[in-house]
């Protein structure tokens, strides 16, 4: 799955259950259109967007814990190169590749801390209909 919450992105078997096609097409079109679920359905329906959030959401943990190891040895290293000079030139090698993977991580984790935010809004959008449905009778 990506960050759009396509499930098969790349022409993968389609789905087989109809509320997993309903939960691909909702998806796309931005959860609107829940009215013509049962209460059932949009538990369901909330019940599998909620394992995909909680994908999203360790996929986002592990890209910060990442993210986060990179910055914390650039800066570990950055006394020791700036000191060493005899080793200035490796040291400031190792530097130049810490900050090319850093600047790139940046828009790989923005990436996913605005898919999972906007899946939160999802969530949010899928259980104000279910407990409408839930008042209606």
């Known amino acids: 799955m990506d960050s759009n919450g396509k499930l098969f992105p790349r022409g993968g078997p389609e789905p087989k259950s109809e509320l997993l096609a309903a939960y691909e097409e909702i998806t796309a079109a931005g959860f609107k259109d829940l009215d013509r679920f049962s209460v059932e359905d949009l538990d369901w329906l909330q019940h599998i967007h909620d394992r995909h959030l909680d994908f999203f959401r360790e996929e986002r943990r592990m890209h910060f814990g990442a993210f986060a190891l990179v910055g914390l040895v650039f ?3 950055l006394p020791a190169t700036l000191s060493l000079e005899d080793y200035f030139l490796v040291l400031a090698g190792a530097q130049a590749m810490l900050l090319a993977l850093l600047v ?17 809004r999802e969530a949010i959008i899928l259980e104000n209909a279910r407990r409408l449905r839930v008042e209606q009778g």
């Open 75 to 77: 800066i570990i290293l």
């Open 104 to 120: 790139p991580y940046v828009f790989v984790y923005r990436k996913y801390e605005e898919g999972v935010r906007r899946m939160m």
